[in-house]
């Protein structure tokens, strides 16, 4: 059975109230992913910081194994997040993740270093990045559950499009604030007291968050199943049992998009500063780049997605990214324009994926387990995939010697995207599924 979400669903009009709960989730999950990018950003600070000096190699395979180890929790803060997301309603799932992140990001700013308690250091970071982990787990799929039950159905795939729009303007945030602490602090300062400045803006700026989300009504359509008594009754496996096949092909889409975006966006800093020689500062600026041009993109696939379908867009991003991985990697072995012309190349191919996963996801999903379903496959497929992606970008490079591993690796996560969109169904402009 399927239901629309009002009386002027069909319609091309953005009402002032979808217009609020986009900008509301939007905002919230800019702020809580730059609390949790500025992390990726600082890697090769927090490597020097947190872990025993005289290996380099090894103490930023530490930073990366700690990033990775949070991702451990993510499935399972998934699945919590997502059930209570489906029982008690999007808004207060919302409300929770973005106190919770903030509040251990700003933890991470008074963290004391290794120098100052030995390897007690890089537990307390840990156990602040397993919560944020856990926190983060319920941030995209809530965001974008929740827009895309307020979106008219014409209009899903441009207005879901702005979740991952606003998770790479809190990554962009995050470099602006590195970046000017590159350009303003001495080396000496940096590694002393200036990267702790981006995780304690955590609390500002996660109040701020938390202060617009407050004031967001909850979904139409989950309000509705409340009030038909069609709210979960099932225990936290159940409804996620029931839909396992479309979970599992989630799965293997999704595994694109967590090796791209935290390749690409995440790691690529790290990439240009130790494996090609770029200063700290210009890998980051470079990096600006293939973040600005994968925002400006993502509405226009998010309207092509409405226009031809979720699936076209989607295969064409996996093939494009099989295509062009390579050639751009070869570009940025050659520094200068031609590295910025590799980060524009990247930006567009990666967004042409995300730009209509977000709304793909909550579309595969009935309302009563829209959250549980789009979190545990999301998560799983970032712990397994993402979260180890530049750990193992790292680890290839070292082993073979060879600074292009992380393009093949790309390609081979766009291989097996395809294949799982091919058993997929095109859900664009349909009702999202009651049940």
């Given at each position: 059975?399927?239901?629309?979400?009002?009386?002027?669903?069909?319609?091309?009009?953005?009402s002032s109230g979808v217009k609020k709960a986009v900008i509301g989730a939007a905002i919230g999950?800019?702020?809580?992913?730059?609390?949790?990018?500025?992390?990726?950003?600082?890697?090769?600070?927090?490597?020097?910081?947190?872990?025993?000096?005289?290996?380099?190699?090894?103490?930023?395979?530490?930073?990366?194994?700690?990033?990775?180890?949070?991702?451990?929790?993510?499935?399972?803060?998934?699945?919590?997040?997502?059930?209570?997301?489906?029982?008690?309603?999007?808004?207060?799932?919302?409300?929770?993740?973005?106190?919770?992140?903030?509040?251990?990001?700003?933890?991470?700013?008074?963290?004391?270093?290794?120098?100052?308690?030995?390897?007690?250091?890089?537990?307390?970071?840990?156990?602040?990045?397993?919560?944020?982990?856990?926190?983060?787990?319920?941030?995209?799929?809530?965001?974008?559950?929740?827009?895309?039950?307020?979106?008219?159905?014409?209009?899903?795939?441009?207005?879901?499009?702005?979740?991952?729009?606003?998770?790479?303007?809190?990554?962009?945030?995050?470099?602006?604030?590195?970046?000017?602490?590159?350009?303003?602090?001495?080396?000496?300062?940096?590694?002393?007291?200036?990267?702790?400045?981006?995780?304690?803006?955590?609390?500002?700026?996660?109040?701020?968050?938390?202060?617009?989300?407050?004031?967001?009504?909850?979904?139409?359509?989950?309000?509705?199943?409340?009030?038909?008594?069609?709210?979960?009754?099932?225990?936290?496996?159940?409804?996620?049992?029931?839909?396992?096949?479309?979970?599992?092909?989630?799965?293997?889409?999704?595994?694109?998009?967590?090796?791209?975006?935290?390749?690409?966006?995440?790691?690529?800093?790290?990439?240009?500063?130790?494996?090609?020689?770029?200063?700290?500062?210009?890998?980051?600026?470079?990096?600006?780049?293939?973040?600005?041009?994968?925002?400006?993109?993502?509405?226009?696939?998010?309207?092509?997605?409405?226009?031809?379908?979720?699936?076209?867009?989607?295969?064409?991003?996996?093939?494009?990214?099989?295509?062009?991985?390579?050639?751009?990697?070869?570009?940025?072995?050659?520094?200068?324009?031609?590295?910025?012309?590799?980060?524009?190349?990247?930006?567009?191919?990666?967004?042409?994926?995300?730009?209509?996963?977000?709304?793909?996801?909550?579309?595969?999903?009935?309302?009563?387990?829209?959250?549980?379903?789009?979190?545990?496959?999301?998560?799983?497929?970032?712990?397994?995939?993402?979260?180890?992606?530049?750990?193992?970008?790292?680890?290839?490079?070292?082993?073979?010697?060879?600074?292009?591993?992380?393009?093949?690796?790309?390609?081979?996560?766009?291989?097996?995207?395809?294949?799982?969109?091919?058993?997929?169904?095109?859900?664009?402009?349909?009702?999202?599924?009651?049940?």
């Open positions: 059975m399927e239901v629309g979400l009002d009386k002027t669903d069909n319609s091309e009009e953005i999950n800019m702020i809580e992913w730059f609390d949790y990018a500025s992390y990726g950003y600082l890697a090769v600070v927090i490597a020097a910081v947190f872990f025993a000096p005289g290996n380099e190699t090894a103490a930023l395979l530490g930073a990366f194994g700690v990033f990775s180890v949070s991702f451990i929790v993510r499935p399972i803060g998934g699945l919590i997040w997502g059930h209570f997301g489906d029982k008690i309603g999007r808004k207060k799932v919302l409300v929770l993740t973005i106190s919770i992140m903030s509040l251990s990001t700003f933890a991470i700013g008074f963290l004391p270093s290794y120098a100052a308690i030995g390897v007690i250091a890089p537990l307390l970071l840990l156990v602040c990045r397993l919560v944020q982990g856990f926190s983060a787990s319920g941030e995209y799929a809530g965001a974008a559950s929740f827009i895309s039950e307020y979106a008219p159905n014409s209009r899903r795939g441009l207005l879901v499009s702005m979740v991952p729009a606003s998770t790479a303007a809190g990554l962009m945030l995050a470099v602006v604030v590195v970046s000017l602490l590159e350009f303003n602090l001495t080396k000496e300062a940096l590694y002393s007291w200036g990267w702790r400045i981006p995780f304690l803006l955590s609390a500002p700026l996660g109040i701020i968050g938390l202060l617009i989300r407050l004031k967001l009504e909850d979904t139409p359509i989950f309000n509705e199943m409340v009030r038909s008594n069609k709210a979960p009754k099932t225990n936290i496996f159940q409804g996620v049992h029931q839909n396992r096949k479309q979970v599992m092909i989630a799965f293997g889409i999704i595994c694109l998009n967590a090796v791209g975006f935290y390749t690409i966006l995440s790691y690529m800093p790290t990439y240009l500063t130790k494996e090609l020689g770029f200063s700290i500062t210009t890998g980051i600026l470079i990096t600006l780049v293939s973040l600005g041009t994968y925002i400006l993109i993502l509405p226009f696939v998010g309207m092509l997605a409405d226009k031809i379908g979720r699936k076209p867009v989607l295969i064409g991003a996996s093939l494009m990214f099989v295509v062009f991985t390579y050639p751009a990697f070869w570009l940025l072995s050659q520094g200068g324009v031609y590295a910025v012309l590799a980060l524009v190349m990247l930006g567009f191919v990666l967004a042409g994926n995300d730009g209509v996963l977000a709304t793909f996801l909550t579309e595969m999903f009935p309302t009563s387990v829209r959250f549980s379903c789009f979190a545990l496959s999301f998560n799983t497929g970032n712990a397994i995939f993402g979260g180890t992606a530049p750990l193992i970008a790292t680890f290839l490079i070292a082993k073979t010697g060879n600074t292009f591993a992380p393009a093949y690796y790309l390609m081979a996560a766009a291989v097996i995207a395809f294949i799982f969109l091919l058993m997929t169904k095109e859900t664009a402009k349909e009702p999202l599924r009651e049940e």
